[in-house]
């Protein structure tokens, strides 16, 4: 939200810098995220200064220009030629010093400098109305009254003061302060408590209206649980047309694309007052009357933006007498029904929406209006009447007119301001030091927060319809709280804590160690959505087949694209690789900690997983010889077996797996529990999510890793100070035969000894192995802690071995 601080000042005297400013709105709770400096006209107009022609005579062999010596009070008379028709000696005028920027007469800036003109010098330049950027004349310079004061700057002259726009990051619970009235009202409260209790607005905009008396305008609201209050005037022999410029430049300042002074206004009092307005041309309105309602699923609407819109038996409509739709209530105008050059009779509407209806329309259309963001916030229904009259009075004053009607205001069921019963002893305590009930009670009149039934105790709060969300003892104790100042209460001398036994391990603990430990190895972290598509799942093109019943769906009006809650980490990767893809970044180790959802939803629905991907090289580019050009599985493989050994995890079993959504896959479980299951993303998923390189893909069940981690004890462990020695097999083995059955069965028969057993190198000839064969070069490392290793142990130990793979794997062994 933009926020105009030469607007503030408008309602309040704060001689403060916009930094001090900034800081304050942030203590308020109006977060400032950043500001910006405006300036009224590209030229730099604080270089542009009053002063008086001294002499002007023609230059002669010219028909246009004139050398004159010009006075503007700072003791120096200068020499400028101009070009003007009208200059002339005793002119006041506004003279732009070197150095200043302007424009030129085609509309280009440029930098004033001193030079010599037809061999007269020229020290500046006397402007006209367009060279300032203040007007569109050209055909002379811009000359002053008689009385003008020298040397006075032409901002300060021209009243066009540079601005400080804050944008504010406003929270969804502070509806009273998305205009600046309301934000004027918050600083008025800090100064108040904070230095001077005397402080006032300088005003509130109230503005009255003489209203036609018994010719109201005809409205009727079928839709009273949409539209709470519904007010209006009408105003005829209005003369549209453009702004005055000190409209135009507020709304600019704040982002807002002038349109024409009816529209202006109402754009302005939303800024100011916080309620939104509609300007309808009353012409357009068939039957003279204005009907709120709702109308028939699938009716078409042509929005202001010429687009047909299907309306939604849930979207409510402001229509004419003939229940044609005018326009989206509180989101959008019609493109037939708005206020033009030729209208001449313009109905005004004050309303306020229910915020549920306002917001669901806005994300079923996707129109995130001003006034839409403004209703969904909450307006206060107890305002209408004041915008109505600060807008008409507007109307009035900037495009003639007079007021053709009373003022229709259907209002069933007023809304009251909320009581809420407050302690002294409860606001003390949360707050966390002891206010005097004084201050308390100036803080929140100064806030506009009444007070009722006071006792020694306590007193009851009654509550502005302007804040919607202070309904508890605790929201208006955040209200004193926030005027007060976090700062500003005390550090206690003594903490008081309660002990906290945390889960054995810490899931935020490893979590951080897995991190630490991928993006040391290269990889980047990525956060997605848990929302995903279900087209993924179900359907004719699902990529991964679900069923539908074991999916989690959610009404998502706002991307009907994320329909339900992810069951795979799978996609949200793969939409990030395409995405990285399509900006010519292929070469990609990602990893994402996320949950999937299953229904039912219920224990054990929500599972934590990581997920892990790799596609592309396998090493970034470098003059050096690379061993592998890109990233395979065993590039992964190599990256989950040394996480798992980092997290201290071992004694796991290998399961090779053919299936959806892996080409090929192996999976590390200890039982039924699954711990991470690795592989190649299926060609044909890869294919139809676009993606042109092989994608590798880990799954973790973090949950299952967390639970293996519960049982680890660190232990220590004295280095063996015996050798380590090595012997070598050359296996034929079928093809069949897996390196992990070879590492498992030598286990299992060498344990005490068996130090290590690696894979070394593969060899497949059916010419000299046969067919279906395979030769696995496997070494076996053995330690003894105890002592050094005999060769005829070692030799035992081989032939134990040799039997073993003989017997259980069928193997052979290569001489």
């Known amino acids: 939200m933009k926020v105009s601080l030469n607007w503030i000042r408008e309602f309040l005297d704060l001689n403060k810098t916009p930094e001090e400013i900034a800081d304050i709105l942030t203590s308020l709770g109006l977060e400032v995220e950043g500001w910006d400096a405006v300036k009224p006209s590209p030229v ?11 002499e002007c005579t023609r230059i002669p062999d010219t028909d246009h220009l004139s050398a004159t010596r010009v006075d503007v009070g700072d003791g120096t008379v200068r020499s400028i030629v101009c070009g003007a028709p009208n200059v002339a000696v005793g002119q006041h005028v506004l003279v732009a010093l070197p150095g200043a920027t302007v424009f030129s007469k085609d509309g280009q800036l440029f930098q004033i400098g001193e030079r010599k003109v037809r061999g007269v010098p020229s020290q500046g330049m006397i402007c006209a109305e367009d060279e300032l950027g203040i007007g569109h004349d050209h055909s002379g310079i811009l000359v002053l009254p008689d009385n003008t004061p020298l040397g006075i700057r032409a901002s300060e002259y021209l009243n066009l003061h540079s601005d400080i726009v804050y944008e504010i990051g406003l929270t969804p619970n502070r509806a009273d302060a998305t205009n600046h009235l309301g934000i004027a009202r918050d600083l008025l409260a800090w100064v108040r408590h904070h230095e001077n209790p005397q402080a006032e607005l300088k005003h509130d905009l109230r503005s009255t209206i003489d209203e036609v008396r018994g010719t109201k305008y005809a409205v009727e609201v079928e839709n009273t649980e949409a539209c709470h209050r519904y007010t209006g005037v009408l105003i005829r022999g209005v003369q549209v047309g453009e702004s005055p410029g000190w409209l135009k430049d507020r709304l600019l300042a704040l982002g807002q694309r002038p349109i024409n002074n009816v529209v202006d206004v109402t754009n302005l009092v939303r800024l100011e007052l916080g309620q939104p307005l509609h300007a309808f041309d009353a012409n357009q309105i068939r039957g003279n009357k204005i009907v709120v309602k709702t109308l028939p699923e699938g009716t078409v609407f042509k929005s202001l933006d010429e687009v047909e819109r299907k309306l939604s038996d849930q979207d409510l409509m402001i229509c004419d007498a003939e229940s044609n739709p005018m326009c989206i209530g509180g989101v959008f105008g ?53 915008a109505l009259h ?19 205001d259907i209002y069933p069921t007023p809304v009251l301001p909320t009581r809420v019963d407050m302690n002294y002893e409860r606001v003390n305590a949360l707050i966390g030091e002891a206010l005097p009930k004084a201050t308390v009670k100036n803080i929140l009149t100064a806030l506009q927060i009444g007070i009722e039934n006071e006792t020694d105790g306590g007193f009851t709060a009654v509550i502005p319809t302007n804040k919607p969300d202070v309904t508890r003892e605790a929201d208006v104790i955040e209200e004193i709280l926030r005027v007060h100042g976090l700062d500003s209460v005390p550090m206690p001398a003594r903490m008081r804590t309660s002990m906290e036994i945390t889960q054995r391990p810490n899931p935020d603990a490893v979590r951080n160690l897995v991190a630490d430990f991928l993006s040391a190895n290269g990889f980047f972290e990525c956060m997605s959505l848990s929302l995903s598509n279900s087209g993924y799942h179900v359907g004719e093109n699902a990529l991964l087949p679900m069923p539908r019943e074991s999916l989690v769906f959610v009404h998502n009006t706002a991307n009907q694209g994320l329909d339900c809650l992810r069951p795979t980490l799978l996609f949200s990767g793969l939409e990030t690789i395409r995405h990285n893809q399509n900006r010519q970044n292929a070469d990609l180790r990602l990893y994402e900690f996320g949950k999937t959802y299953q229904a039912p939803l219920g224990e054990g629905s929500e599972t934590g997983r990581l997920g892990i991907f790799l596609t592309g090289a396998h090493s970034p580019e470098s003059w050096q010889p690379a061993a592998k050009a890109d990233a395979d599985f065993f590039t992964l493989k190599v990256y989950v077996q040394n996480l798992l050994t980092r997290l201290g995890i071992s004694g796991f079993q290998e399961t090779a797996l053919q299936e959806t959504p892996f080409r090929y896959a192996l999976r590390y479980h200890r039982g039924p529990k699954e711990l991470v299951t690795l592989g190649q993303v299926a060609p044909a998923i890869s294919k139809k999510m676009d993606i042109k390189n092989s994608v590798f893909f880990a799954d973790f069940n973090f949950d299952n890793v967390l639970a293996a981690l519960a049982g680890n004890r660190i232990q220590f462990q004295e280095l063996s100070k015996f050798p380590v020695v090595r012997r070598d097999l050359a296996l034929v083995l079928n093809q069949s035969v897996t390196f992990g059955e070879i590492r498992q069965l030598a286990a299992k028969t060498a344990k005490k000894l068996l130090k290590e057993v690696n894979l070394f190198d593969v060899f497949e000839d059916e010419a000299k192995l046969g067919a279906g064969k395979k030769s696995y070069a496997v070494s076996f490392l053995f330690e003894d802690p105890q002592k050094t290793l005999q060769d005829k142990e070692i030799d035992a130990l081989m032939q134990q071995l040799q039997q073993a793979f003989e017997q259980k794997l069928n193997a052979s062994i290569r001489k």
């Open 44 to 54: 730099d107009l604080d270089n542009v200064l009053t002063g008086r022609v001294l």
């Open 334 to 386: 019609g493109a037939t029904s708005g206020v033009t050059t030729g209208t001449t009779s313009v109905f005004l509407e004050s309303a306020r929406f229910n915020p549920v209806w306002i917001r669901r329309s806005m994300l079923r259309h996707s129109l995130r209006t001003d006034a839409a963001w403004t209703f969904e916030k909450g307006v206060d229904p107890n305002g209408c009447l004041t």
């Open 390 to 408: 600060r807008a008409a009075a507007l109307v009035l004053e900037l495009a003639g007119g007079e007021i053709a009607s009373g003022i229709t």
